[in-house]
T-cell receptor, first 119, second 114 residues
Framework: AQSVTQLDSHVSVSEGTPVLLRCNYS??????LFWYVQHPNKGLQLLLK??????LVKGINGFEAEFKKSETSFHLTKPSAHMSDAAEYFC?????????????????FGSGTRLQVQP | GAGVSQTPSNKVTEKGKYVELRCDPI?????LYWYRQSLGQGPEFLIY????????DSGLPNDRFFAVRPEGSVSTLKIQRTERGDSAVYLC????????????FGPGTRLTVL
């Protein structure tokens, strides 16, 4: 079984300061990990994904995340927050299951972290 | 190009009624997914289609929920005898179908059951 825990439901930062959104996961196999962003009244948008290549993943809008297997973490960071970054962020895991189990594609979402950016 | 579209954007119904929610995936995407997002929570998986067949329906909460994709493109999520607890945003996504392919999400249908 797979699960995702987002450690903070709300994070507030000042514009221009670093952002850290924390995520821990649980998976039986080698998972794929994603971060999605959801702006108010807009659809979910993929920020970045990890699929067993480089452990440091760069995404859109200056975001990046580092996969740490020993810590089962996939924290999202950005060096300098912008007002437009204010949104809901979801850490997501996709566990493909065993090689024989080709029917599993479901994404498991964390409960979300709301990022506020203060001027 | 066109993204995933969902209709209607909002649906208000009364307890006990039947509703249908429609999803048009990105052209060429063989995989289609339905998720449900309750207020203040992350989306929860309902069902996944590969082509016309449901490859995984383990997320459907009970037999009041049913989904079809008869021609491998458009999908309809059907909810019978709606209950107030069914109120949520229903999201549809599509992808090329590989295990780590990006799922592209539609804007969702907000269902309110009075």
């Amino acid at each position: 079984a797979q699960s995702v825990t987002q450690l903070d439901s709300h994070v507030s930062v000042s514009e221009g300061t670093p952002v850290l959104l924390r995520c821990n996961y649980s998976s039986s196999y080698s998972p794929s990990l994603f971060w999605y962003v959801q702006h108010p009244n807009k659809g979910l948008q993929l920020l970045l994904k990890y699929t067993s290549a480089a452990t440091l993943v760069k995404g859109i809008n200056g975001f990046e995340a580092e996969f740490k297997k020993s810590e089962t973490s996939f924290h999202l960071t950005k060096p300098s927050a912008h007002m437009s970054d204010a949104a809901e962020y979801f850490c997501v895991v996709s566990d493909p299951g065993s090689r024989e189990d080709t029917g599993r594609r479901a994404l498991t979402f964390g409960s979300g972290t709301r990022l506020q950016v203060q001027p | 190009g066109a993204g995933v579209s969902q209709t209607p954007s909002n649906k208000v119904t009364e307890k006990g009624k039947y509703v249908e929610l429609r999803c048009d995936p990105i052209s060429g995407h063989t995989a289609l997914y339905w998720y449900r997002q309750s207020l203040g929570q992350g989306p929860e998986f309902l069902i996944y289609f590969q082509g016309t067949g449901a490859a995984d329906d383990s997320g459907l909460p009970n037999d009041r929920f049913f989904a079809v994709r008869p021609e491998g493109s458009v999908s309809t999520l059907k909810i019978q005898r709606t209950e107030r607890g069914d109120s949520a945003v229903y999201l549809c996504a599509s992808s090329l179908g590989g295990p780590s392919d990006e799922q592209f999400f539609g804007p969702g249908t907000r269902l309110t059951v009075l």
